[in-house]
């Protein structure tokens, strides 16, 4: 996809296909962020009677779904580089989290309850494609708004300067 990408934009008329990129990059993270949210805030109750650790499962499930909610906005206000790192490291640590979780018993880590739960459910579903989806959008993202933005930057800036 990236290298894609990198095709079309060396062909001419770059910096329109790029924003036109990048809003799309924006909403699919956003879009994939919000569904995680919807779900760890619709599941966090029942998370309560997780037992271990000194964090609460519906304690824990609620603190990812407000991440995921201020993330996706976020990313939807400003579209730099370390908006998407972070947009990527929220929506793959929940992947790795819900992959981890369902196929290993790693029991209670520190603070963290014994989130072990090797039912598979359509939220479930839900919840993992719209954190793949994000995850993989951000990396996109992060990539395209690479040097390319910086060295702009860097140019305005020099233009700007009085000396």
């Not at 956003?30 to 569904?35: D, H, R, S, V």
């Not at 963290?112 to 719209?130: A, C, F, N, Q, R």
Request: net charge positive; proline share 4%; hydrophobic share 50%.
């Amino acid at each position: 996809m990236v290298k894609f990408i990198s095709q079309q934009l060396s062909q001419g008329g770059g910096r329109a296909r790029v924003r036109g990129m990048g809003l799309f990059l924006r909403l699919l993270v956003a879009a994939g962020l919000a569904a995680d949210a919807i779900v760890h805030w619709r599941f966090a109750p029942d998370m309560a009677y997780v037992q271990g650790g000194s964090i609460d499962g519906d304690t824990l499930f609620r603190i990812q779904a407000a991440v995921a909610a201020v993330t996706a906005v976020v990313i939807l206000t400003y579209a730099r580089r370390w908006s998407y790192a972070l947009a990527f490291v929220v929506a793959a640590s929940a992947v790795g989290a819900l992959l981890l979780y369902y196929y290993v018993d790693v029991g209670a880590i520190g603070p963290l309850p014994d989130m072990h739960e090797p039912v598979w459910y359509s939220d479930k579903t839900i919840s993992l494609v719209g954190e793949g989806i994000a995850t993989l959008a951000a990396l996109a993202g992060f990539v395209l708004t690479g040097p390319a933005d910086r060295g702009a930057r860097s140019r305005a800036r020099e233009h700007a300067s009085p000396f």
